[in-house]
């Protein structure tokens, strides 16, 4: 005895039944494939953002101006929240004279793109207007891309117009 005679039988209903099953499971197929091929990818989700609410700063260093005048530089920057970067620059002169140090702090959030562990800013006004430094060169527009490696550990910024890279680590 059968539980379902009709799939036992040869007639053309049950080669229609068979076919409208046969059609129902190729179309669910189609569905659930087309559903996962539009999911969006982890790298991109902004809930797995990997720079938001994280701190970083770059090796300070000391350089020299055209005048002979040392200064002291060093720059940390915030990722947050709303897709801003901030920034601040530190930069200190130092003076061999009794006239003590004088110091520019600047701080400027701009927003960046970011594609997986690569985040984007566009900077178009400077970021340290004015500064400390005798005789500054004239600002020009400029990209910055910000690459976080594997272990997150480790920051690279690469300025597009010259190529120059800095390396940031998390702030302790």
Same mark, same amino acid.
């Not at 005679?5 to 068979?18: A, E, F, K, Q």
């Not at 970011?114 to 400390?132: F, N, Q």
């Given at each position: 005895?059968?539980?379902?005679?009709?799939?036992?039988?040869?007639?053309?209903?049950?080669?229609?039944?068979?076919?409208?099953?046969?059609?129902?499971? =190729?179309?669910?197929?189609?569905?659930? &494939?087309?559903?996962?091929?539009?999911?969006?990818?982890?790298?991109?989700?902004?809930?797995?953002?990997? &720079?938001?609410?994280?701190?970083?700063?770059?090796?300070?260093?000391?350089?020299? #101006?055209?005048?002979?005048?040392?200064?002291?530089?060093?720059?940390?920057?915030? &990722?947050?929240?709303?897709?801003? =970067?901030?920034?601040?620059?530190?930069?200190?002169? =130092?003076?061999?004279?009794?006239?003590?140090?004088?110091?520019?702090?600047?701080?400027?959030?701009?927003? #960046?793109?970011?594609?997986?562990?690569?985040?984007?800013?566009?900077?178009?006004?400077? =970021?340290?207007?004015?500064?400390?430094?005798?005789?500054?060169?004239? &600002?020009?527009?400029?990209?910055?891309?910000?690459?976080?490696?594997?272990?997150?550990?480790?920051?690279?910024?690469?300025?597009?117009?010259?190529?120059?890279?800095?390396?940031?680590?998390?702030?302790?």
């Amino acid at each position: 005895m059968h539980y379902f005679p009709y799939l036992c039988d040869n007639s053309i209903i049950n080669t229609i039944i068979d076919m409208k099953f046969k059609y129902t499971l =190729i179309l669910l197929g189609a569905v659930l &494939f087309t559903l996962t091929a539009c999911s969006s990818s982890k790298e991109d989700d902004p809930k797995e953002d990997p &720079f938001v609410k994280t701190m970083w700063e770059s090796s300070s260093y000391i350089g020299k #101006y055209p005048n002979g005048e040392q200064y002291h530089f060093q720059t940390w920057i915030y &990722f947050e929240e709303d897709k801003h =970067i901030a920034f601040r620059i530190e930069e200190e002169l =130092i003076r061999e004279e009794g006239e003590g140090k004088r110091h520019t702090t600047k701080v400027l959030s701009l927003p #960046y793109t970011r594609k997986g562990m690569v985040a984007t800013v566009r900077v178009a006004r400077e =970021i340290a207007p004015g500064g400390i430094g005798p005789e500054r060169e004239p &600002f020009k527009p400029d990209t910055f891309t910000y690459t976080l490696d594997a272990s997150k550990q480790r920051l690279t910024c690469k300025k597009h117009s010259t190529g120059e890279i800095t390396i940031f680590t998390p702030k302790k």
